[in-house]
């Protein structure tokens, strides 16, 4: 079982939709990492937070670390929105990834 | 561009043949990370570098699987005696202590 999981595994949305992709994880961690990847692999920091909310354009983080859970909202969405999201979770020293959650954004 | 890059980009191999990837990270970040993916997958830990040193190596990690930073800048990943199962994106990453990682673009092997 994995350390780390996401939900939904695949999520489809009509542009302007709001969206919520859902990270838990089994274990204590130190922070929190959402990462965007793009088909063709590259992969993209989006956030790192051990508590709270972080919010950037579009894009929001939330986490309660007690509860093992964290949430990436995105606010009217887009299609350039499509991409796989993972969340990983930093304890110790290692980052442990969730499989991520395959966005699709239809106009 | 996130300031990490990676060679190659691409690597097709034979069964058996040794391959060696280079990522170049972020010039002040002191840790360094690599990675191994499949498709539908998350990133898989093989190691990390705090500077020259290794601090740590994943369990599950083959000793065929040897990677070095020798300045503690730049690292190179080799893989010895190669198998189809090790066809991936292999991932570099880098950064200051405990903070956000920022990725090089990935080496994809194909081992034939």
């Known amino acids: 079982k994995n350390e780390v999981e996401q939900s939904p595994q695949n999520l489809t949305a009509q542009e302007g939709e709001f969206i919520t992709i859902n990270c838990s994880y089994s274990v204590g961690i130190s922070a929190l990492h959402w990462l965007q990847q793009h088909p063709g692999g590259g992969i993209v920091s989006l956030f790192m937070l051990s508590s709270g909310k972080k919010k950037h354009g579009r894009l929001i983080a939330t986490i309660n670390i007690q509860e093992k859970h964290s949430s990436l909202h995105i606010t009217a969405s887009h299609p350039r929105d499509s991409a796989v999201y993972i969340c990983?979770?930093?304890?110790?020293?290692?980052?442990?990834f969730g499989t991520g959650t395959s966005l699709t954004v239809i106009p | 561009d996130t300031g990490v890059s990676q060679n190659p980009r691409h690597k097709i191999t034979k069964r058996g043949q040794n391959v060696t990837f280079r990522c170049d990270p972020i010039?002040?970040?002191?840790?360094l990370y690599w990675y191994r993916q499949t498709l539908g997958q998350g990133p898989e830990f093989l190691t990390y570098f705090q500077n020259e040193a290794q601090l740590e190596k994943s369990r599950l990690l083959s000793d065929r699987f040897s990677a070095e930073r020798p300045k503690g800048s730049f690292s190179t990943l080799e893989i010895q005696r190669t198998e189809q199962g090790d066809s991936a994106m292999y991932l570099c990453?880098?950064?200051?202590?405990?903070?956000?990682?920022?990725f090089g673009p990935g080496t994809r092997l194909t081992v034939l």
């Open positions: 010039s002040e970040h002191n840790r």
């Open positions: 990983a979770a930093l304890r110790g020293n290692q980052f442990y």
């Open positions: 990453a880098s950064s200051l202590v405990l903070n956000e990682q920022f």
